[in-house]
């Protein structure tokens, strides 16, 4: 197996991180440090990143995690604010993230211990659809959500795979699902800053095939059953 397939298979990061810690001289095997990430290992090698002993995982695993608002989804943060992390069991695997929901937002956060099916969930082309119900302070009109729906220009940034459609309207709110393709960067949050609408809630409820249902915030529980 590559060194790099074998860093992302035990949950350290993607094979792409894995090929920039090899070339930061993050890495070794068996005490000699690694110059390549196409260099072969055996499962008896000791493998090291940044001095520490990690293991292959043969088997992928997968949890959700309802992420409260006020939250970060990295393990770094300059702020020191709150990272979803801590909310992990300190007997669980190491964990990876499959995209993020930004600090004011909440809901569905998908977990693994494989780099590679983090990659995979995250790619546009893997086109997995993320759902969302928004609360909106005021009324929202029905011709804006028609303009969004046919596709939208905002700051030279076309947004094209997005839908919109009113939930429900519970004076003083309006409800909306939104479903996104693609997941550009703060999609939601910009699109609604476009239309001078007041963000309340955003609430992620669906990653591809996998919902948030039932589970309460804070809460991490495994997916046994994984749809590749």
Same mark, same amino acid.
């Given at each position: 197996m590559?060194?790099a397939k074998?860093i #992302? +298979?035990?949950?350290?990061c993607? *094979?792409?991180?894995a090929?920039q810690?090899?070339e +930061?001289?993050q890495?070794k095997?068996?005490?000699?440090? !690694?110059?390549?990430?196409?260099?072969?290992v055996?499962?008896k090698?000791?493998?090291?990143v940044?001095?520490?002993?990690i293991?292959?995982i043969q088997?992928l695993r997968l949890?959700?995690?309802?992420k409260p608002?006020?939250?970060?989804c990295?393990?770094?943060?300059?702020?020191?604010r %709150?990272k979803i992390?801590?909310?992990i069991p300190?007997n669980y695997? *190491?964990?990876?993230?499959?995209?993020?929901?930004?600090?004011?937002?909440?809901?569905l956060?998908?977990?693994?211990? +494989?780099g590679d099916f983090s990659r995979?969930l995250e790619?546009p #082309?893997?086109?997995?659809?993320?759902?969302y119900?928004v !609360?909106i *302070?005021g009324?929202?009109?029905?011709?804006?959500?028609? $303009?969004i +729906?046919?596709?939208?220009s905002i700051?030279? $940034?076309?947004?094209?795979?997005?839908?919109?459609?009113?939930?429900?309207?519970?004076?003083?709110y #309006?409800?909306?699902i939104v479903k996104? %393709?693609?997941g550009k960067?703060?999609?939601?949050r910009?699109?609604c800053d476009?239309?001078?609408w007041?963000?309340?809630?955003?609430?992620r409820?669906?990653?591809?095939?996998? %919902?948030?249902?039932n589970?309460?915030?804070?809460?991490?529980?495994e997916?046994?059953?994984?749809?590749h």
């Amino acid at each position: 197996m590559r060194i790099a397939k074998y860093i #992302s +298979n035990a949950g350290i990061c993607s *094979r792409r991180e894995a090929e920039q810690l090899i070339e +930061n001289q993050q890495v070794k095997i068996n005490d000699q440090l !690694c110059i390549h990430p196409s260099t072969k290992v055996k499962e008896k090698d000791e493998i090291k990143v940044n001095g520490k002993l990690i293991k292959n995982i043969q088997s992928l695993r997968l949890w959700k995690l309802y992420k409260p608002v006020k939250y970060i989804c990295t393990n770094k943060d300059p702020q020191k604010r %709150k990272k979803i992390f801590s909310l992990i069991p300190k007997n669980y695997p *190491r964990l990876i993230s499959i995209g993020r929901l930004d600090y004011m937002s909440e809901g569905l956060i998908l977990l693994t211990n +494989n780099g590679d099916f983090s990659r995979k969930l995250e790619l546009p #082309s893997s086109k997995y659809e993320r759902v969302y119900r928004v !609360c909106i *302070r005021g009324i929202v009109d029905k011709k804006d959500l028609q $303009a969004i +729906n046919k596709g939208i220009s905002i700051n030279k $940034a076309r947004y094209t795979k997005i839908y919109v459609a009113i939930e429900k309207y519970l004076k003083p709110y #309006s409800w909306l699902i939104v479903k996104l %393709k693609e997941g550009k960067n703060r999609e939601i949050r910009k699109v609604c800053d476009y239309f001078s609408w007041n963000i309340v809630k955003l609430i992620r409820i669906q990653y591809g095939p996998y %919902k948030l249902l039932n589970l309460k915030k804070g809460q991490i529980n495994e997916i046994k059953k994984i749809m590749h």
